[in-house]
């Protein structure tokens, strides 16, 4: 049963990691080429869309990581999984403080409404999405370390 949980963990994680890197170093980068101010209603609604689910996802992650912290405790590689835990709690701190409060002022900008400095603002957004981005494959990467 820790078995699978691991695998499960890893593979909910590792997909995670996977939206939010290709978010980063993908999409951000089509939207940020868009003419004019398409990027900025693409990025409005890529916030409504993953801002919906992320939150779930992310939380999801922690609980199962919680999980096999505590069924496998006395088993190899739990100080690995623990520690992923603690990055993956540092995410969702960052993400509370800095991350989300740009993307709620940002998916209810239009061309009408959005503030002088929203190219700063969305800037500052990509900069700490990219220092997210490597917490979570640094959890994701002792997690893959802790099946072995």
Request: no cysteine.
């Amino acid at each position: 049963m820790l078995s699978a949980l691991e695998v499960v963990t890893t593979v909910v994680v590792g997909v995670m990691v996977g939206v939010e890197f290709s978010v980063a170093f993908v999409m951000n980068r089509i939207l940020n080429a868009l003419p004019e101010d398409s990027g900025q209603l693409g990025h409005a609604h890529g916030g409504r869309m993953l801002g919906a689910v992320m939150p779930v996802w992310y939380i999801g992650s922690l609980v199962l990581v919680g999980i096999w912290a505590v069924a496998g405790w006395n088993h190899h590689g739990t100080g690995l999984v623990v520690t992923a835990g603690a990055l993956l709690i540092f995410s969702v701190v960052m993400s509370l403080l800095l991350l989300v409060p740009i993307n709620n002022r940002n998916k209810t900008w239009t061309p009408d409404n959005r503030p002088a400095d929203w190219k700063q603002q969305l800037n500052r957004w990509e900069r700490l999405h990219y220092v997210r981005v490597a917490v979570l494959i640094a959890a994701f990467a002792l997690l893959v370390a802790a099946l072995t």
